[in-house]
């Protein structure tokens, strides 16, 4: 078996991560991400992101890309674009989804009670005021 020496590599400093790929794809794939319980998350590679108030990304992988440390200028760029997909995407498409979620076809049930409801209000507003003529109510206290 051939010794190989390892120390070199411990004294070369460790290079940041390189996550220009991702913010290119937060601008031209915006449908590969989601935001779920305040992570960014990566649907085809299951990666996760988690930005705090300052703009500073914790990676939450399996593999071993949360390994590395993001510069600081790329991550000011990343953050950047996080918020620019949030705002200009993911916030307009999920007000579209609850628009919509408002005129879902609803269950069998609740069509059979808003159909009696809605009729029983229609039944009510066509019916007329009762009214009796006046000779009426005379004749009947007479007798």
Request: proline letters at 6%; glycine letters at 4%.
């Amino acid at each position: 078996m051939t010794y190989v020496n390892f120390s070199a590599d411990y004294a070369r400093p460790m290079r940041n991560l390189d996550v220009a790929p991702m913010i290119s794809a937060l601008h031209f794939q915006p449908g590969d991400f989601e935001l779920k319980q305040g992570r960014l998350r990566h649907v085809p590679s299951r990666h996760q992101f988690l930005f705090d108030r300052s703009g500073r990304v914790t990676i939450d992988a399996i593999c071993g890309c949360a390994g590395r440390a993001i510069s600081r200028e790329q991550g000011e760029q990343l953050f950047a674009a996080f918020q620019t997909w949030e705002e200009f995407y993911w916030r307009p498409l999920e007000i579209d989804k609850e628009f919509a979620s408002h005129f879902r076809t609803p269950n069998a049930w609740v069509r059979l009670f808003r159909d009696i409801r809605i009729a029983w209000l229609r039944f009510m507003r066509r019916a007329e005021p009762a009214s009796l003529p006046v000779g009426i109510l005379t004749t009947a206290d007479a007798k």
